[in-house]
């Protein structure tokens, strides 16, 4: 077995253990090949330094990892567990991560997934959160929430608006997470803004006074589901109706698509919105905890 980084021909034999282990910890798959390419080919990753394989020596790939901005995700194939893939490419994301000036080391890890859990405890990790994907049917859409005085939606232009739904978005998660560590308005652009399955059409953006005041993302997948990818509401709009107001225009739009469900992803220590998920009717579909460990 050897450690070596990855090519961009490396990408399907990746996205099978992905998919592998996705349907070990999740039921199905939760990756596609262009969400994998994109990652690869954003600005601020060096495929040569921020991510590796674990490769056999007859070339099978059993092995995965990539040292992103919030943190590490590892994945070992789950015919390959207990053989000293998953130490091995913990060690060498801790390198990384050291290499790189990070005060932590941050590994992202399936709740199904004991083994990995119980690598990270051994080598003195702890749980700082979890990230839960709801999920619930969309069904004829109904009378549309209602919006606070003064505020109209629109839908999203994904180049005019970068900017500006930047803004709210720091605004709005910095308020949220003391913790909370922004990202680059370009990382902003290219995670959420021009991403493949970006659904302009489903997207709505909130304005008071022809200002920006919140938004919601969405995006359209190709097995008939909407996935709201952001949801972010200025803390001076807040309390006031405007999230569960989007989320609900999300919905709409998606049952007016003819897609069959809803998802979106919520940290655990986000109570405000977990609620707001959850009156509209939203259920737990798998969760995945963050580990973290001083580096020194």
């Given amino acids: 077995m050897r450690l070596r980084p990855p090519t961009p021909d490396d990408a399907p034999a990746v996205l099978e253990v992905m998919s592998a282990r996705d349907v070990a910890d999740f039921g199905a798959p ?45 994945v070992v194939h789950p015919r390959r567990e207990g053989g000293g893939i998953g130490t091995r490419l913990l060690a060498w994301a801790e390198a990384r991560a050291r290499a790189l000036g990070r005060a932590s080391h941050m590994q992202w890890v399936a709740e199904r997934n004991a083994s990995g859990a119980a690598l990270l405890e051994r080598e ?6 979890s990230y839960w994907r709801l999920a619930t049917p969309v069904a004829a859409p109904g009378a549309a929430a209602p919006l606070p005085p003064g505020v109209a939606l629109r839908a999203l232009d994904p180049v005019a608006d970068a900017d500006e739904l930047y803004a709210v978005d720091r605004e709005s998660f910095a ?50 589901e909407g996935y709201v990818d952001l949801l972010a509401v200025l803390p001076s709009e807040r309390r006031r109706g405007l999230g569960t107001a989007l989320l609900h225009a999300a919905f709409a739009a998606f049952a007016h698509a003819g897609l069959h469900e809803a998802q979106l992803g919520v940290a655990s220590d986000n109570p405000d919105a977990l609620r ?19 580096v020194n």
Avoid: Q
């Fill in 30 to 74: 939760d990756y596609t090949l262009e969400d994998l390419r994109e990652e690869w080919s954003a600005a601020e990753l060096d495929l040569a330094a921020d991510a590796v394989v674990a490769e056999d020596g007859d070339g099978a790939i059993a092995g995965y990892a990539i040292v992103r901005g919030p943190g590490t995700l590892a």
């Fill in 276 to 294: 707001i998920y959850e009156r509209a009717g939203m259920a737990v579909r798998f969760r995945v905890d963050v580990w973290e460990r001083p």
């Fill in 124 to 129: 003195g990790y702890t749980r700082l959160r």
């Fill in 175 to 224: 308020a949220e997470r003391p913790d909370y560590r922004a990202e680059t308005f370009g990382a902003f652009r290219e995670e959420h803004l021009a991403v493949h399955d970006l659904a302009p059409e489903l997207s709505r953006v909130a304005e008071r006074g022809g200002a920006a005041v919140g938004f919601v993302l969405c995006r359209r997948w190709a097995t008939g």
